[in-house]
């Protein structure tokens, strides 16, 4: 059955063969086990609401052994003793390997999150494999500085690893995400607990497995699946993590940090939610600013937290653009993510495709136009309609909220500066499109809009080496990039008097 | 035979600490390779005694034994001389004009092979070649983790072919084979991995000007790329200077020591096996007043680095004056201190001093060539420095335990042997050795002179050979004054147990380099280079990476700008 324009190729597992699921259990100090009190959760096919597996699901008690386990790892394991070269060595290993399990790999994301298989196989497990190699590129690039001292003093600046790491990763990109955070703590020389989301554990459990295979050594990885109230709280509060980092929704990031705040005043980096703004300008190519647009907002199902959710275009080329835009839509392919032809597959779960179902009856309410979509896609699984919203005032709810979902909200401005204030009038400040010709405008913009990363003439444009990460209530702290590796690095100044130094 | 044949050590800094302990102590002594001091005692339990066997030990007076090794057979390298051509534009081609010159065996001063020699008509097809692969592509057109892939596979083909290398490098240089294939094989790899790891790290800023403006500087690559390398450490300084050069995007001419062509063409051509596209490496063998001066004065090369003596250095400095003005990176030579202070520990500082210099046949620009030794501590430390240097084990380097090979070749060994007739005319006292060792190649006995002045020959000029000498000093002043009382300026060893000692002679010596409790400890990240007439620049870690970019600052002006 071929997938329809808008509508829903019926799930087709012939499409694809799906490969038994090898691990479900927890991965602590370098093996897999049950769960202490022995419960498990079901992981589900949003294709169908059917279950793929079930998982051994961590608790306290689990989070506790794990972080013994990395601790252990850390205070007395060889990981951070290693030179940086060695630790590269084993990274790239790692690499070689994902790149060799591609196939399986791609096809755990795909079932276990939606996502596009044809796009996961190129897309996201490669970055993975490209992302361990950069940053085991980094590991023995991590320079501390000599310093001027105020009087004959010889200073300089150690850069260690912080230590023990709770990482809580996010089910929309769960390869992508758990490399983002992995790599760069692994090349720092920290010892790290992992867990999941509830939604997406399969692949974070496939690549601790071929972490050891690589020789990762034991309790320097631990992954543990589980829920946010249980799991999650665990490591947030954990007296005995030095450092967390979390990818997730702006409320859960609240609870995070304070929980950190309360333990033992862990640091903590969010990378929370975000309603990024893509500024169109009355010298762009409309067709290719449609398309991007598009793109922004279609991407992954709208379950990206830099979706281009508010776009703003300016009034002289509008109408033509909302023309374009929705005939786009309207031709944007929602079926089965083993179809290749498929561009879009069903959102997570049940709760995410209620909540943008829900957002779209709100913006009717709050008297919005739907210009397309708006509804569910056939009757079976998660599959939601591209939905573009005009009309959408600022204040509206569908263009204050992070829906997470297939759902644009199109605006128009005047000139640079009301754009701008638009663009800026969120609590959140994650990302930003600007799609213009005009040098003076895009450098302008730029500068202007208070948000971690902004795309020009392009979006979605990631790389190993951009730092990314928000402003405002969109978070704090970088992934990627060098600075995605400090926040792992402890400072220490070490200070001694010299005596008849020749220059200072 | 312990430790012999074991796990492969990636780097000096494994050898002077144990990698896999987790109370790394220091001072620990690098040896030049892993478990040295197990060969001696090897070869003592093996012999008996001193005096028996064909072992170097020196019967008893008669320093290093009759050398009856030295008269057999030299080993029959375990490689076959596959690539003796020039190599530009990815094809192993004849020189132009059909010449070649033969590439000897520092053990016999046999031919090894015939190898091509590349003139200056052969280094304009070369620069055209590299040239070519710049301004078209795809090198630097690739995205730098491309660059880094490629860069990676050339790393594991290199490991692969360890053996083959490290015989090749052995054969043509006379290093022991087991420091080829133990030390330096795996460092060459190690090179590469860490500059493949710098290649999508190369990062401009954006700079805040005082007005409303935008600016940025973009590290660009130079363009095409002249190195003139030695032949003291062949493969390494083909990697210190090939691998900041492509991981910055640049193109290549390569110009190869005449005394040791051999392992950079077979190096060169795993690199294109790993994906290196064709022009972006060219390697030409030949000589220094024809191919060298060629590429130090052509016009279209647009960045040369040479690594050899100061004499050399100067003139290529001058032909790039001359020509195009090219940017110069020079590694030249030195007369390094190794200071001695009186809280030392007088065993380890004997065996750190005598590695310091007579590392590598003592061919190392580095060397520690000027011993320091505080008065107290004096008599002891020479009397010891003479024992373990006529313990030094000599003889043919693809011998198991062997540590020093052959000088490299009539031309160095004649020299070496002048400057210790010198010595001995000057007055110093010859401790030991002192003369050639065998009857065929060019063996050095290993030399210790005590009484050493500042002012003889043998203490102001770089030697390049097993020659040790020894000076005395009384404080600390007096030595810093010493010390840098010299034309050069690359490296320094210090030896103390007292940080404030330690921390005024690293920063009153004018080096480039200060080991402090070590010496010869190398590491890709960690940058060297020379002050005063050891040369301009400095290679490895992220320091190297300059001399290989341009960079363009790009300023543009801010309309209404929210913040400056």
Same mark, same amino acid.
């Given at each position: 059955?071929t997938?329809l324009?808008?509508?829903?190729?019926?799930n087709n597992?012939?499409?694809?063969?799906i490969p038994?699921?090898?691990?479900?259990?927890?991965?602590?100090?370098?093996?897999f086990?049950h769960s202490l009190s022995?419960n498990?959760f079901?992981?589900?096919?949003?294709r169908t609401g059917e279950?793929?597996?079930?998982?051994?699901e961590?608790?306290k008690?689990d989070i506790?052994?794990?972080v013994?386990a990395a601790r252990?790892?850390?205070?007395?394991g060889p990981?951070?003793?290693m030179?940086g070269?060695?630790?590269?060595k084993i990274?790239?290993?790692?690499?070689d390997?994902?790149?060799e399990?591609?196939e399986?790999?791609a096809?755990?994301?795909?079932i276990?999150a939606?996502?596009?298989?044809?796009?996961?196989k190129v897309?996201d497990i490669?970055?993975?494999?490209n992302?361990?190699?950069?940053?085991?590129?980094?590991?023995d690039?991590?320079?501390?500085e000599?310093?001027?001292g105020?009087?004959e003093?010889?200073?300089?600046t150690?850069?260690e690893?912080?230590?023990?790491?709770g990482?809580?990763i996010?089910?929309n990109?769960?390869?992508?995400?758990?490399a983002?955070k992995?790599?760069?703590?692994?090349a720092?020389?920290?010892?790290?607990v992992?867990?999941?989301?509830?939604?997406?554990?399969?692949s974070?459990?496939?690549?601790?497995h071929l972490?050891?295979?690589?020789?990762?050594?034991d309790g320097v990885?631990?992954?543990?699946?589980?829920?946010g109230?249980?799991?999650?709280?665990?490591?947030?509060?954990?007296?005995d993590?030095?450092?967390?980092?979390?990818?997730?929704?702006t409320e859960?990031?609240?609870?995070?940090m304070h929980?950190?705040a309360?333990?033992?005043l862990?640091p903590v980096s969010l990378e929370?939610g975000?309603?990024?703004?893509?500024?169109?300008f009355d010298?762009?190519?409309v067709d290719?600013?449609a398309?991007?647009a598009?793109?922004?907002i279609?991407?992954?199902k709208?379950?990206?937290?830099?979706a281009?959710?508010?776009v703003f275009v300016?009034?002289?080329i509008?109408?033509?653009?909302?023309?374009k835009?929705?005939?786009?839509?309207k031709?944007w392919?929602?079926g089965d993510?083993?179809d290749?032809?498929?561009?879009q597959g069903?959102q997570?779960?049940?709760?995410?495709?209620?909540?943008i179902?829900?957002?779209?009856?709100?913006g009717k309410?709050?008297?919005?136009?739907?210009l397309?979509?708006?509804k569910r896609?056939?009757?079976?699984g998660?599959?939601i309609e591209?939905?573009?919203?005009s009309?959408v005032?600022e204040n509206?709810?569908?263009?204050?909220?992070?829906?997470?979902?297939?759902?644009?909200a199109?605006?128009k401005?005047r000139?640079?500066e009301?754009?701008i204030?638009?663009a800026n009038n969120s609590?959140?400040?994650?990302?930003?499109?600007?799609?213009?010709k005009?040098?003076?405008?895009a450098n302008?913009?730029?500068?202007?809009?208070?948000a971690g990363?902004?795309?020009i003439n392009c979006?979605?444009?990631?790389?190993n080496?951009i730092?990314?990460g928000?402003?405002?209530?969109?978070?704090f702290?970088?992934?990627?990039?060098?600075?995605?590796?400090?926040?792992y690095?402890q400072?220490?100044s070490?200070?001694?008097?010299?005596y008849?130094?020749?220059w200072? | 035979?312990?430790?012999?044949?074991?796990?492969r050590?990636?780097?000096?800094?494994?050898?002077s600490?144990?990698?896999?302990?987790?109370?790394t102590?220091?001072p620990?002594?690098?040896m030049?390779?892993?478990?040295?001091?197990l060969?001696v005692?090897?070869?003592w339990?093996?012999?008996g005694?001193?005096?028996?066997?064909k072992?170097y030990?020196?019967?008893?007076?008669?320093?290093?034994?009759?050398a009856?090794?030295?008269?057999?057979e030299p080993?029959?390298?375990a490689?076959q001389v596959?690539h003796?051509?020039l190599?530009i534009?990815g094809k192993?081609v004849d020189?132009?004009?059909?010449?070649?010159?033969?590439t000897?065996?520092?053990r016999t001063?046999e031919?090894?092979?015939?190898?091509?020699e590349?003139?200056s008509e052969?280094?304009?097809?070369?620069v055209? !070649? /590299?040239?070519k692969?710049? +301004?078209? &592509?795809?090198?630097?057109k690739?995205? %730098?983790?491309e660059r880094?892939?490629? $860069?990676l596979?050339a790393?594991d083909?290199?490991e692969?072919?360890?053996?083959?290398l !490290? /015989?090749?490098?052995?054969? +043509?240089n &006379?290093?022991p084979?087991?420091q080829s %294939?133990?030390?330096e094989?795996p460092m $060459?790899?190690?090179?590469f991995?860490?500059y493949?790891?710098?290649?999508?790290?190369?990062?401009?800023?954006?700079?805040?000007?005082? &007005?409303?403006y935008?600016?940025?500087?973009l590290?660009?690559?130079?363009?095409v790329?002249g190195?003139?390398i030695?032949w003291?450490?062949?493969l390494?300084?083909f990697?210190?200077?090939v691998?900041?050069?492509?991981?910055?995007g640049?193109t290549?001419?390569l110009?190869t020591a005449?005394?040791t062509?051999?392992?950079?063409l077979y190096?060169a051509?795993l690199?294109h096996?790993?994906g290196l596209?064709?022009?972006?490496l060219?390697?030409?063998?030949g000589f220094?007043?024809?191919?060298g001066?060629?590429?130090?004065s052509?016009?279209d090369?647009?960045k040369l680095?040479?690594?050899?003596?100061?004499?050399?250095?100067k003139?290529?400095l001058?032909?790039?004056?001359r020509?195009n003005?090219?940017?110069?990176?020079?590694?030249?030579?030195g007369?390094?201190?190794f200071i001695?202070?009186?809280?030392a520990?007088v065993d380890?500082?004997v065996?750190?001093?005598?590695?310091a210099?007579?590392f590598?046949?003592?061919?190392c620009?580095?060397?520690g060539s000027?011993?320091?030794v505080h008065?107290?501590?004096?008599?002891?430390f020479?009397?010891?420095?003479k024992?373990?240097a006529?313990?030094r084990?000599?003889g043919d380097p693809?011998?198991?335990?062997i540590?020093?090979?052959?000088q490299i070749d009539?031309?160095?060994?004649?020299k070496?042997?002048?400057?210790i007739?010198s010595?001995v005319?000057?007055?110093a006292t010859?401790e030991t050795?002192?003369?050639?060792?065998?009857s065929?190649g060019?063996?050095v006995?290993p030399?210790?002179?005590?009484n050493v002045?500042?002012?003889?020959?043998?203490?102001?000029?770089?030697i390049?050979?097993?020659?040790q000498?020894?000076?005395?000093?009384?404080?600390l002043d007096e030595?810093?004054?010493?010390a840098?009382?010299?034309?050069?300026g690359l490296?320094a060893?210090?030896?103390?147990?007292?940080i404030?000692?330690a921390?005024?002679?690293?920063?009153?010596l004018r080096?480039?380099?200060?080991w402090?409790?070590c010496f010869?400890?190398?590491?890709a990240?960690?940058?060297f280079?020379?002050?005063k007439?050891s040369?301009q620049g400095?290679e490895?870690?992220?320091?190297s990476l300059?001399?290989y970019?341009?960079v363009?600052?790009?300023?543009t002006?801010l309309?209404n700008?929210a913040?400056?």
């Amino acid at each position: 059955m071929t997938a329809l324009s808008n509508g829903h190729a019926a799930n087709n597992s012939s499409l694809f063969k799906i490969p038994p699921i090898k691990f479900t259990n927890l991965f602590i100090n370098g093996h897999f086990v049950h769960s202490l009190s022995g419960n498990e959760f079901e992981t589900i096919d949003p294709r169908t609401g059917e279950v793929i597996a079930k998982i051994s699901e961590g608790r306290k008690e689990d989070i506790d052994v794990a972080v013994k386990a990395a601790r252990e790892a850390f205070d007395n394991g060889p990981w951070p003793r290693m030179s940086g070269a060695e630790r590269a060595k084993i990274m790239m290993k790692w690499a070689d390997l994902i790149e060799e399990n591609l196939e399986e790999l791609a096809a755990l994301d795909a079932i276990d999150a939606g996502k596009l298989y044809h796009l996961v196989k190129v897309v996201d497990i490669p970055a993975v494999a490209n992302c361990l190699r950069y940053y085991a590129g980094a590991a023995d690039k991590i320079h501390g500085e000599v310093l001027k001292g105020a009087r004959e003093f010889h200073a300089y600046t150690l850069m260690e690893p912080i230590g023990v790491v709770g990482h809580i990763i996010p089910w929309n990109f769960p390869s992508t995400m758990f490399a983002a955070k992995v790599s760069p703590s692994l090349a720092a020389g920290c010892t790290v607990v992992l867990k999941p989301a509830e939604q997406t554990p399969l692949s974070a459990l496939f690549f601790a497995h071929l972490a050891k295979q690589a020789g990762i050594p034991d309790g320097v990885l631990n992954v543990v699946p589980g829920f946010g109230p249980t799991a999650g709280a665990a490591i947030s509060s954990h007296m005995d993590i030095d450092k967390v980092s979390f990818t997730g929704s702006t409320e859960v990031g609240r609870a995070i940090m304070h929980a950190a705040a309360s333990s033992n005043l862990k640091p903590v980096s969010l990378e929370l939610g975000g309603k990024s703004p893509l500024l169109i300008f009355d010298d762009a190519d409309v067709d290719k600013a449609a398309d991007l647009a598009l793109l922004g907002i279609l991407f992954n199902k709208g379950e990206i937290c830099v979706a281009s959710s508010r776009v703003f275009v300016q009034e002289g080329i509008y109408d033509e653009f909302e023309k374009k835009l929705v005939e786009k839509a309207k031709a944007w392919v929602v079926g089965d993510p083993f179809d290749p032809q498929s561009q879009q597959g069903p959102q997570v779960d049940k709760n995410q495709f209620e909540k943008i179902l829900s957002y779209i009856e709100i913006g009717k309410q709050e008297g919005a136009t739907l210009l397309t979509g708006g509804k569910r896609v056939g009757n079976k699984g998660y599959y939601i309609e591209p939905t573009i919203f005009s009309n959408v005032k600022e204040n509206m709810r569908i263009a204050q909220d992070e829906i997470f979902g297939p759902v644009l909200a199109l605006m128009k401005f005047r000139t640079i500066e009301e754009g701008i204030k638009s663009a800026n009038n969120s609590r959140y400040g994650l990302a930003a499109g600007i799609v213009t010709k005009n040098i003076d405008t895009a450098n302008t913009v730029s500068r202007a809009i208070r948000a971690g990363i902004i795309w020009i003439n392009c979006y979605f444009a990631f790389g190993n080496d951009i730092p990314y990460g928000g402003y405002k209530q969109s978070g704090f702290g970088r992934d990627f990039g060098m600075e995605g590796l400090h926040k792992y690095l402890q400072v220490k100044s070490v200070v001694t008097p010299i005596y008849n130094s020749p220059w200072l | 035979m312990g430790e012999k044949g074991g796990k492969r050590e990636s780097s000096l800094i494994a050898l002077s600490l144990s990698s896999t302990t987790t109370t790394t102590t220091i001072p620990m002594i690098p040896m030049p390779y892993k478990g040295v001091d197990l060969f001696v005692l090897d070869v003592w339990n093996e012999n008996g005694n001193l005096s028996g066997g064909k072992g170097y030990l020196g019967a008893g007076f008669s320093r290093y034994s009759t050398a009856t090794a030295l008269e057999e057979e030299p080993i029959k390298p375990a490689v076959q001389v596959e690539h003796t051509q020039l190599l530009i534009g990815g094809k192993f081609v004849d020189a132009l004009s059909g010449k070649t010159f033969p590439t000897l065996d520092p053990r016999t001063g046999e031919v090894i092979a015939h190898v091509a020699e590349g003139h200056s008509e052969d280094v304009d097809r070369a620069v055209a !070649a /590299a040239r070519k692969a710049f +301004d078209q &592509g795809p090198w630097p057109k690739m995205t %730098a983790y491309e660059r880094q892939r490629i $860069l990676l596979r050339a790393a594991d083909l290199l490991e692969k072919h360890n053996d083959e290398l !490290a /015989a090749l490098e052995t054969w +043509d240089n &006379g290093k022991p084979y087991e420091q080829s %294939a133990q030390i330096e094989i795996p460092m $060459l790899v190690r090179l590469f991995r860490y500059y493949a790891g710098w290649a999508d790290k190369i990062h401009g800023m954006t700079v805040p000007a005082d &007005g409303q403006y935008h600016v940025q500087t973009l590290h660009e690559p130079i363009g095409v790329a002249g190195q003139i390398i030695p032949w003291n450490f062949p493969l390494l300084m083909f990697a210190w200077k090939v691998g900041p050069a492509l991981a910055c995007g640049n193109t290549i001419v390569l110009k190869t020591a005449e005394q040791t062509p051999l392992s950079a063409l077979y190096a060169a051509k795993l690199f294109h096996e790993a994906g290196l596209p064709e022009g972006v490496l060219n390697v030409v063998s030949g000589f220094g007043p024809t191919a060298g001066a060629a590429l130090a004065s052509h016009m279209d090369v647009d960045k040369l680095a040479f690594t050899g003596s100061t004499d050399t250095g100067k003139v290529v400095l001058e032909l790039a004056a001359r020509s195009n003005l090219k940017p110069v990176t020079l590694e030249l030579g030195g007369k390094s201190p190794f200071i001695v202070c009186e809280d030392a520990d007088v065993d380890q500082a004997v065996e750190l001093a005598h590695f310091a210099l007579f590392f590598n046949q003592g061919q190392c620009c580095c060397a520690g060539s000027r011993t320091y030794v505080h008065e107290r501590v004096y008599d002891e430390f020479v009397e010891k420095a003479k024992a373990r240097a006529l313990k030094r084990i000599v003889g043919d380097p693809f011998k198991s335990g062997i540590e020093q090979g052959p000088q490299i070749d009539s031309e160095q060994f004649e020299k070496i042997l002048k400057y210790i007739r010198s010595g001995v005319q000057s007055g110093a006292t010859l401790e030991t050795g002192g003369d050639r060792l065998g009857s065929k190649g060019f063996y050095v006995q290993p030399t210790v002179f005590s009484n050493v002045e500042d002012g003889m020959l043998i203490a102001k000029e770089e030697i390049f050979g097993p020659v040790q000498s020894i000076l005395k000093f009384k404080d600390l002043d007096e030595v810093i004054e010493r010390a840098n009382n010299t034309r050069y300026g690359l490296a320094a060893g210090v030896f103390t147990k007292n940080i404030d000692t330690a921390n005024t002679l690293t920063r009153a010596l004018r080096v480039g380099t200060v080991w402090v409790n070590c010496f010869d400890t190398f590491d890709a990240a960690i940058p060297f280079g020379g002050y005063k007439m050891s040369g301009q620049g400095r290679e490895k870690g992220e320091y190297s990476l300059k001399n290989y970019l341009q960079v363009k600052a790009v300023v543009t002006p801010l309309k209404n700008p929210a913040w400056l």
